[in-house]
């Protein structure tokens, strides 16, 4: 379950961002809460496909993430559809002959607010970025150290009893869209959840959201 203690406000959050000293790490704070992004969904790193600027489109206000809960290709058997797991070189039924497509499911597309995609696309013009180079050009540990320096700065070191982390943002994204009304099927596409289930721990955090929905069904008996 999601606590309170992993949770910040929105004025929490412009605080911290404001404290970055450079654009570039203002533009990742805010990308880092608005896409709802696990942390290695924008960075560069061994296994991972960082945001790049052509996944970045204006007409629709959207950013386009690799879903890192999602494998990079499907693995199945040519003679019976059977799917394959990675590494196995043999189907069940015997036969060797595996074909591997490339996984639709292993991009996320999250609706963002426009003036962020403005800003994301300025900063690509402005440093020259081309559009296979990662905007945020820093690794899973350097994001760690920064995210620390930033809240050390503004003073929301810990939130309850619990040091502010890199998934804080994607928590409290979550959490605030469901007490505002967003829809589960909205925020399970956002945070690149395989289910609906998979939000569970945010509904049980909102217990006043439970006391008025309980409301609603007294009030119709």
């Given at each position: 379950?999601v606590e309170a203690s992993e949770v910040v406000t929105y004025e929490d959050?412009?605080?911290?961002?404001?404290?970055?000293?450079?654009?570039?790490?203002?533009?990742?704070?805010?990308?880092?809460?608005?896409?709802?992004?696990?942390?290695?969904?924008?960075?560069?790193?061994?296994?991972?496909?960082?945001?790049?600027?052509?996944?970045?489109?204006?007409?629709?206000?959207?950013?386009?993430?690799?879903?890192?809960?999602?494998?990079?290709?499907k693995r199945k058997c040519r003679v019976c559809n059977t799917l394959i797991?990675?590494?196995?070189?043999?189907?069940?039924?015997?036969?060797?002959?595996?074909e591997e497509t490339p996984n639709p499911k292993r991009w996320k597309t999250?609706?963002?607010?426009?003036?962020?995609?403005?800003?994301?696309?300025?900063?690509?013009?402005?440093?020259?970025?081309?559009?296979?180079?990662?905007?945020?050009?820093?690794?899973?540990?350097?994001?760690?150290?920064?995210?620390?320096?930033?809240?050390?700065?503004?003073?929301?070191?810990?939130?309850?009893?619990?040091?502010?982390?890199?998934?804080?943002?994607?928590?409290?994204?979550?959490?605030?869209?469901?007490?505002?009304?967003?829809?589960?099927?909205?925020?399970?596409?956002?945070?690149?959840?395989?289910?609906?289930?998979?939000?569970?721990?945010?509904?049980?955090?909102?217990?006043?959201?439970?006391?008025?929905?309980?409301?609603?069904?007294?009030?119709?008996?």
């Amino acid at each position: 379950m999601v606590e309170a203690s992993e949770v910040v406000t929105y004025e929490d959050i412009e605080r911290i961002i404001a404290q970055a000293e450079y654009e570039g790490g203002r533009l990742f704070l805010k990308t880092l809460f608005w896409t709802a992004a696990r942390v290695s969904e924008l960075v560069v790193g061994k296994d991972n496909d960082p945001i790049v600027p052509e996944r970045v489109f204006v007409q629709h206000s959207s950013i386009k993430l690799r879903n890192l809960k999602s494998k990079l290709v499907k693995r199945k058997c040519r003679v019976c559809n059977t799917l394959i797991k990675a590494g196995t070189t043999r189907c069940v039924c015997g036969s060797e002959d595996i074909e591997e497509t490339p996984n639709p499911k292993r991009w996320k597309t999250v609706v963002v607010p426009e003036s962020l995609v403005r800003e994301l696309s300025l900063y690509v013009q402005a440093n020259n970025i081309t559009p296979q180079q990662p905007i945020f050009n820093f690794d899973r540990f350097q994001a760690y150290r920064f995210i620390r320096k930033v809240c050390k700065k503004a003073g929301i070191e810990k939130v309850g009893d619990k040091w502010l982390h890199l998934h804080t943002f994607r928590h409290s994204y979550l959490t605030h869209g469901l007490k505002q009304g967003a829809s589960l099927q909205f925020l399970q596409r956002q945070a690149g959840h395989s289910s609906i289930a998979m939000l569970t721990p945010y509904l049980d955090f909102d217990s006043s959201k439970r006391k008025e929905e309980l409301a609603k069904m007294e009030a119709k008996t």
